[in-house]
């Protein structure tokens, strides 16, 4: 695939580093010249620093604009399907009506798990967390489908489909084994978002529910070059199977700092209460140099776009069922936020008002995280899906070694 030449936040946000794309990127196949840790500086958190080109997504951090292969997000957040956008991001256009149909299809004859991973999932400790019992289930389709045909097309497609249609029902299964009742099988007459909203409860999903979730899917579908999207690239370059690369970025996305920041924000927001604790509580944090979760973002200098998206969500959700103490006191932190990190670039990112919308679901907080996975499964298999077909090379960055020089075995005896 020809390489676009990107508006990215390379662009939006010059770095200054020294090297080029074209110096970081070699040709490929063609082995990087070797080069000196003088000519690249460290960056720690490899900050500004490109590691792939990619037609999938691209970010303006500036102006707060996100797209999908040139598709703005709210466009797709409002006109879309989850399954939809998925199709876009990983196959480059916007299917037909023929071509979606046969997805949507496949992807509900692929819904139901074998027998044996539910037996498995029941294993697991129902203390253990969602995020651990998706990456252990996502890593465990590899066995029951450990082709690693990747030349041909047949299970790479079945490998796609499969991984849309079965991880939402292990994550609903998870949910039901740990509160000690049988998971419920999928329902064919159901579409994707609200099929999942049913295997978590056995109840017919509310309509409006199942549009907003499916919107928020659409939201968290990709993000270019993100933790998690890092390390399913990493993985994916060593040719490994899909499930691995999933379950490796499941693993990163669990983290506080990623997709881990909207649990702790409705953690942060029940510490602060009520809204006229909102200031001091926020005067404190700053002044004892806490982060404030759910805000600040590496590429935006603005308020994230998908936090705009779901702030209209929530609002459209809370006319349906009721306003949400929680909601008014998000608001308020924002607005005493603006004054006090605007000025820096910290303004709310994705995970700031996603769990909100998720609690008033009645998702548990544990299980913000894994919801974020299931919408970022189209993006990392995006990535994927483009890394082989450019044949990309293995990743091996350099690192700079610290450490002692050359020295000789000392003897246990002679040890001091
Ligand atoms: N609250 C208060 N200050 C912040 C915040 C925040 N949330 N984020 C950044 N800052 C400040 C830092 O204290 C630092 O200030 P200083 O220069 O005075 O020392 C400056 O901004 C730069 O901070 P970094 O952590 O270096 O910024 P970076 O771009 O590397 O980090 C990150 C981005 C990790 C997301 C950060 O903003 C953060 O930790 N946010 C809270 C966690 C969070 O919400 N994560 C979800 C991100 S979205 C996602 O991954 C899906």
Redesign the pocket.
């Known amino acids: 695939m020809a390489a676009k030449p990107s508006g990215n936040t390379f662009a939006a946000t010059p770095s200054p580093s020294p090297i080029s794309a074209a110096e970081a990127a070699p040709s490929q196949g063609g082995a990087a010249p070797p080069t000196s840790p003088v000519t690249i500086p460290f960056r720690p958190?490899l900050?500004g620093v490109p590691a792939t080109q990619s037609a999938i997504c691209d970010i303006d951090g500036l102006r707060g604009v996100l797209t999908y292969r040139g598709y703005p997000l709210d466009q797709l957040a409002r006109k879309s399907s989850f399954l939809e956008t998925a199709y876009l991001l990983i196959w480059g256009e916007l299917p037909t009506i023929f071509q979606l149909r046969e997805f949507e299809q496949e992807v509900q004859m692929h819904r139901r798990v074998s027998f044996r991973i539910r037996d498995m999932m029941k294993c697991f400790p129902a203390s253990g967390h969602p995020m651990d019992a998706l990456q252990a289930s996502a890593a465990s389709l590899g066995l029951f489908y450990s082709r690693r045909a990747l030349n041909d097309p047949h299970y790479v497609v079945a490998a796609v489909v499969r991984l849309i249609a079965k991880i939402p029902t292990m994550v609903a299964a998870f949910q039901l084994i740990r509160k000690g009742q049988d998971p419920i099988q999928p329902r064919d007459d159901l579409p994707y978002a609200a099929n999942f909203l049913y295997m978590l409860t056995e109840r017919e999903p509310d309509l409006t529910a199942a549009r907003i979730f499916d919107a928020c899917l659409i939201l968290h579908a990709e993000?270019s070059l993100?933790?998690s999207t890092f390390s399913a690239r990493v993985t994916a370059s060593t040719l490994t199977d899909p499930y691995a690369v999933v379950a490796s970025a499941v693993g990163t996305l669990a983290g506080?700092?990623?997709?881990g920041?909207n649990e702790d924000v409705l953690e942060m927001l029940e510490e602060i209460g009520t809204v006229d604790q909102v200031e001091p509580w926020l005067d404190r944090a700053?002044a004892d140099?806490?982060?404030?979760?759910?805000?600040?973002?590496?590429e935006y200098r603005v308020k994230d776009p998908r936090a705009v998206i779901l702030q209209g969500l929530a609002e459209e959700l809370f006319t349906r069922f009721g306003s949400d103490p929680m909601y008014d006191l998000a608001r308020a932190l924002e607005a005493a936020a603006a004054d006090r990190?605007g000025p820096?670039g910290?303004y709310p990112?994705?995970?700031f008002y996603s769990g909100i919308i998720y609690r008033a679901m009645g998702f548990p907080t544990d299980f913000f995280t894994v919801l974020f996975s299931m919408g970022r499964l189209p993006g990392w298999i995006s990535q994927w899906q483009e890394m082989r077909k450019e044949k990309q090379p293995i990743a091996r960055p350099r690192q700079i070694y610290t450490g002692e020089a050359p020295r000789a075995y000392v003897h246990m005896k002679d040890r001091t």
Not at 256 to 259: I, Q, S, V
Not at 289 to 298: A, E, P
């Open positions: 958190g900050e993000h993100n933790a506080p700092l990623h997709g920041a700053i140099k806490q982060k404030i979760m759910g805000f600040g973002h590496r990190l820096k910290i990112n994705v995970d």
